[in-house]
């Protein structure tokens, strides 16, 4: 195995699952269902795309992304429980609880679906679930550099992780993180499970730089990326010159896609 190029890539991982950017305006902190929640909303009388955020990140990821959707298009982003100023909930953070979560949220600020649905990492897993347990409330599925239902199962689990990226994780992440993190095989067994979302728009966004990495590792990571789009029948993906951290990196292609789907609608 080249050690090299698999440190690089688990640093940048690490650094895209703890790091922020600019903050996004609007953000408001209220009581819905007797917690608190951290979220932005613009309204319009067009369309609604949700964004979903991936481990560790927060809405401000969507900074570069989200002003220029809600300019003319209803945009919603918000922080999961424990995320930001987010009350933690009791619940299990497994995907399905998190997606009746953020259903119960959406129709809390009466958001109406059909929803554009986007997802960035494990956020694109989530939304995956969304889209397949709730195929008539999904118009579109857009992916952004999204794990793969199976990301961390065989050569990808975490067994196979240096001893000192486990150790930093561990010490680098929060508990809501864990949880969620310890849940995601659960999740990516449940998108498996349902029927696949077909017959709308999924616009795959892959990020093109990890592809350089040679490792047993970062090659199975990379084969994920490659096959997610054989999930969806009928998606597109594009390759984007950029790390992991495409909303911060390259997010022109985010909203290019976001726009293709709205005008098909």
Known sequence: MKTKPLLQSLVVLLVAFLTGCASLPGAVTESIDERRVEYVLVRHDT???VFENGLGGSIDWWAKVFPEISKDTTAFAYNRPGYGKSDMVSSPRDGNHIVDELRSLLKSKGLKPPYVLVGHSLGGLYMQLFARRYPDEASALILVDSTHPAQFKGKGSPQNWPAWFRLVYRLATSEVEKEEFNAIDATGE???????????????????????????????????????????????????????????????????????????K
């Not at 616009?203 to 990571?221: G, T």
């Open 190 to 264: 449940s998108v498996l499970d349902l029927p696949p979302f077909t017959g709308k728009p999924v616009i795959v966004l892959s990020a093109a730089e990890p592809m350089k990495a040679k490792s047993e590792l970062a090659d199975y990571a990379n084969e994920k990326r490659k096959d997610l789009v054989r999930l969806y029948p009928g998606a597109t993906q594009i390759w984007v010159d950029s790390g992991h951290a495409i909303p911060l990196e390259k997010p022109e292609p985010i909203i290019s896609a976001i726009r293709e789907v709205l005008q098909k």
């Open 47 to 49: 369309g609604t795309v």
